[in-house]
């Protein structure tokens, strides 16, 4: 009935779903354990270059190669994440100095006049509709202090959570100069377990992946910096203050799924509007509208041109993975495709 390669083509499908599913369950159920190990291997892989540099170009001898290409990229890391909080640091202290000097009756007044319309409201209503719907109001404030007991246990958690992240961070930090000083080793035993033949195909697996990998990687900096770019010129022309550092907080926030900028852009706009600011917290909400429109428009096109993947494919995976489950779904749909390409492109499969 069907076309021999059809059912061979499907067969080997089944089989690269099955292994796919089974190491992403895997990777994901023990993510918890093994996150600072993996991300580690991923920084020491990330700079051999800059360790073959330090060793080839350089000749630095023994270990010296990846302790300084380690310390190099953590000290880069650590001075922009410095600059980082002093520019929000910096930019909040003027904030502040400008709402202390600020009148205040502009957000305050509009607040007031909706207060002083629900009293109103609530004087009309029959006295009898309390007592009636007393039970529903109870509840509605237990719910609302079950709220902020839940909001305070976060709080605490986080804040008792702090020694464990220090100590992730040390676990990276040394992990990636061991993987980074005994990165050759490790591959070269890991290709050893191969026949002569399956060095050659893992060879160019590991080339077509590499490079499809980082053409994921490109195309998704690209879009943050879209948003980055975007967000900076539209708070410019606006007038929003403070627009680089939100701008660069915008971008971090657009890696977060279904939220997004919006926790930024709606706030913001919001606080534009009560101050009695209209032109400027409606033109937030288009620019809002304008990014959003354009990110749903440009990703698929530009993830699906890097990676050679049609672009209905890209948005069945995101929309279907989102749908399912959330954003883990969609990693596991979008990566799915990608590998599935990568051996294609391989002919393994």
Partial sequence: MFNADFIRNLKNFGIFLLI??????????????????ILAFAIA????????????????????????????????I????????????SEAKQLLVSLSSANLDIVT??????????????QKIDPTFIEKNSSQF????KNGLNIVGTS???????????????????????????????????????????SESGREKFENVWFHGIKMLSQYAKAYFFIYFLTFLQTLIGF????????????????????????????????????????????????????FVLISIVRQIVEP???????????????????IGLKAYGFVGMIFLTFLVVFYKVLKNSEII
């Fill in 236 to 287: 410019i022309i606006l007038g929003v203050k403070y627009s680089v550092i939100l701008s660069i907080i915008c971008a971090f926030a657009d890696i977060l799924p279904v939220l997004g900028i919006a926790i930024i852009y709606l706030p913001l706009a919001l606080i534009y509007l009560l101050s009695g600011n209209y032109f400027t917290g409606v033109g937030i909400l288009i620019l």
């Fill in 20 to 37: 796919y599913t089974a190491l992403f369950v895997l990777l994901y159920s023990t993510s918890s354990f093994t996150f600072p190990f």
């Fill in 138 to 141: 109870t509840d509605l404030l």
């Fill in 301 to 319: 096109k530009i993830v699906s041109t890097s990676l050679g993947i049609h672009p209905v494919i890209t948005l069945l995976a995101i929309f």
């Fill in 78 to 89: 650590s001075a922009l994440l410095a600059l980082l909080f002093y520019s929000i640091i």
């Fill in 109 to 122: 007044t509009p607040v007031k006049n909706l207060l002083n319309e629900i009293g109103n409201y609530f």
């Fill in 152 to 194: 305070l246990s976060t709080f605490l958690s986080i804040a008792l959570s702090i020694p464990i992240w220090i100590t992730v961070i040390i676990i990276v930090i040394l992990s990636t100069y061991f993987f980074s000083r005994d990165m050759s080793s490790i591959k070269r035993k890991f290709i050893s377990v191969f």
């Fill in 45 to 76: 892989f990330l700079i051999q270059p800059v360790t073959k540099f330090f060793r080839n170009r350089l000749r630095f001898k023994n270990n010296t190669p990846a302790l300084l290409a380690s310390l190099l990229v953590y000290v880069v």
